[in-house]
């Protein structure tokens, strides 16, 4: 069975400028997950997906990003325009709907690197 | 959310039994601890997971004394393979679906040879 993966592994763009982060989640997953990483920081919390609908966008840091679900099966996450403080790892996470303990799957993460 | 309290770094030897405690006395009736591992350059896996008393799979074993306060995970005799980033985290079971993680820094641990 295919992982969670994440496309790209790395991007490096200037400030001002729009990246797109993609995500695909474990086949069957409606649970969908994006945290970021900020260079020694903490892990982060931004939203979480039920398939296409955000149950909690709680963490998105200001309306420079947007994330969408289309059809309940991958994510994108579009930073626009980038600021230098988005520089960092953005990571996806997936899991099963509605069981008591959720066990959430990564993906091996973006390197966002904002110039 | 109850917050979590790990050491920073450890070192271990090859073959060596490693232990860490992870503190988090704010801990609800309803939460229940688990244990990701991060390479570098990967994304958090998750290794195990419990409630109450000893959990052990194919890993690990997570230990959870009665008053649930702290959690122990031992890996037994690690492997260089084994030096990596440890995160506790307390989540709550009965969130309905709003399962968010919420991370400490974690404990780096470095197995040498």
């Known amino acids: 069975e295919a992982g969670v993966t994440q496309f790209p592994s790395h991007s490096v763009i200037e400030k001002g400028q729009t990246v797109t982060l993609r995500c695909d989640p474990i086949?069957?997953?409606?649970?969908l997950y994006w945290y970021r990483r900020v260079m020694g920081k903490e892990i982060k919390f931004l939203l979480h997906f039920v398939k296409e609908s955000k149950q909690d966008e709680s963490g998105m840091p200001n309306n420079r990003f947007l994330a969408e679900r289309t059809g309940g099966t991958y994510s994108t996450l579009k930073v626009q325009p980038a600021e230098l403080e988005d520089s960092g790892v953005y990571f996806c996470a997936s899991s099963q709907l509605n069981p008591r303990q959720d066990t959430q799957y990564f993906g091996p993460g973006t390197r966002l690197t904002v110039l | 959310l109850a917050k979590t309290t790990q050491p920073i770094s450890m070192d271990s030897y090859e073959g060596q039994e490693v232990n860490i405690t992870c503190s988090h006395n704010n801990i609800a009736t309803n939460d229940y601890i688990t244990w990701y591992q991060q390479f570098p350059s990967q994304g958090p896996r998750f290794i195990i997971q419990g409630y109450k008393t000893k959990v052990t799979n194919e890993v690990a074993s997570l230990f959870i004394p009665a008053d649930r306060k702290s959690s122990t995970l031992s890996l037994p005799r690690v492997s260089l393979s084994d030096t990596a980033v440890y995160y506790c985290l307390v989540g709550d079971a009965w969130a309905g679906n709003n399962r968010k993680l919420i991370w400490g820094l974690g404990t780096s641990l470095a197995v040498n040879p």
């Open positions: 086949s069957g997953h409606d649970n």
